[in-house]
């Protein structure tokens, strides 16, 4: 996908600027793997980077170029305030709503810096000069490749750009595995792979980070907090704070169990709930046609994309069952065979 006055936007970029890159909250390998791969680029164009992520990441992202000098803005407000009032640029990758990033989003609306979105999520918001929007593409990273390709930066990208850009699409496509795993981007996989990206391991840096108390926690979400609704081709995990203090359970540990729902044969619909203080979040996974991005949108208070999306709920975590369930039941002819729409 090209971007539309890129020529305008490379000469923008044609003196060094002050820039600001922006990731969603809880970023994900795609999103901090765009932006470090993307700040990277143009860095060494000679540009101010820096990339500031609205809360901490993952610890399995830790190995990534360039991570150690992101900014927090939970964390390290003052900094970052400074960083986006001087900011000449402020690039957000992998969110087109500034929703998703939390206190930081009124910064950047009100913000005079050119902004610059570049994103592959459902119903972005208008507020960039410049857009490398797609819902065709399966990552930002996908697009933050194209878009080197078209200002003819991708000799910028090395072997540590190249794993951070592989790394998002990694994980993007559910390892190759989503329907968002299109010729374009095995095309772009193999122009990273011929860049330096080391694809081996990348996905053992990403995928093999298991402590042993996330298995533990996997043991028992999958004994005692899976319920499958077989009727439904519907599965779905729920988690109480009291089992998160159990098993001690930290940021990150819960991410993807929601796929083992899935993962079961037949299962069309997945959803895991995890109660926090104030409200319930939920993740949401489908299979074919039926879009949990509606879905979430309309019920839950969240969206994402048609296949993987978010929400949230203020009821009480059996509440928010409940609803679910009803909608489950509502929802039974959409839901079913939905196998054979993919
Ligand atoms: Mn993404």
């Given amino acids: 996908m090209l ?23 809880n970023p994900d390998a795609d999103a901090l793997g765009s932006a470090l791969g993307f700040a990277s680029i143009l860095k060494q164009q ?55 990033i939390g206190h930081m989003g009124d910064i950047v609306r009100q913000s005079s810096a050119v902004k610059v979105m570049i994103d592959h999520h459902l119903e972005p918001e208008a507020f960039a000069d410049f857009e490398q929007w797609s819902i065709e593409a399966g ?120 796929n083992y729902a899935l993962s079961i044969a037949n299962i069309t619909l997945a959803a895991m709930f995890t109660e926090s203080k104030d409200m319930v979040k939920i993740s949401f996974r489908s299979v074919g046609a039926f879009s949990v991005n509606e879905f979430a949108r309309k019920y839950f208070n969240g969206g994402g994309h048609a296949n993987a999306a978010g929400g949230k709920s203020e009821l009480s975590l059996q509440d928010t069952i409940e609803q679910f369930k009803s909608l489950v039941i509502k929802y039974k002819q959409e839901l079913e065979h939905e196998i054979n729409t993919i």
Wanted: net charge negative; proline share 2%; hydrophobic share 40%.
């Fill in 3 to 25: 971007m539309k006055d890129a020529a305008k936007l490379k000469q923008i970029l044609s003196t060094p600027r002050r820039v600001v890159v922006t990731v969603h909250t």
């Fill in 139 to 258: 990552a930002t990273a996908e697009l933050i490749f194209d878009l080197a390709e078209e200002m003819d930066w991708v000799h910028y990208i090395g072997a540590a750009e190249a794993d951070c850009l592989y790394a998002g699409i990694m994980t993007d496509t559910g390892g190759f595995r989503h329907p968002n795993t299109t010729q374009h981007i095995h095309e772009v996989v193999a122009r990273l792979i011929g860049r330096g990206a080391n694809t081996a391991r990348v996905a053992k840096l990403v995928y093999d980070t298991n402590t042993e108390s996330r298995l533990r926690l996997m043991g028992f979400v999958l004994s005692q907090r899976l319920v499958v609704m077989k009727e439904y081709d519907v599965a779905y995990i729920y988690l109480t704070l009291d089992d998160q203090k159990k098993f001690n359970v930290q940021k990150g540990d819960t991410e993807g169990l929601v």
């Fill in 46 to 100: 000679g540009h101010a980077v820096t990339v500031i992520s609205p809360n901490e990441y993952p610890d399995f992202l830790k190995w990534m170029k360039g991570q150690e000098e992101v900014i927090v803005f939970e964390q390290q407000q003052e900094i970052a305030r400074e960083l986006l009032a001087r900011a000449e640029v402020i690039c957000c990758l992998d969110f087109s709503d500034l929703e998703r």
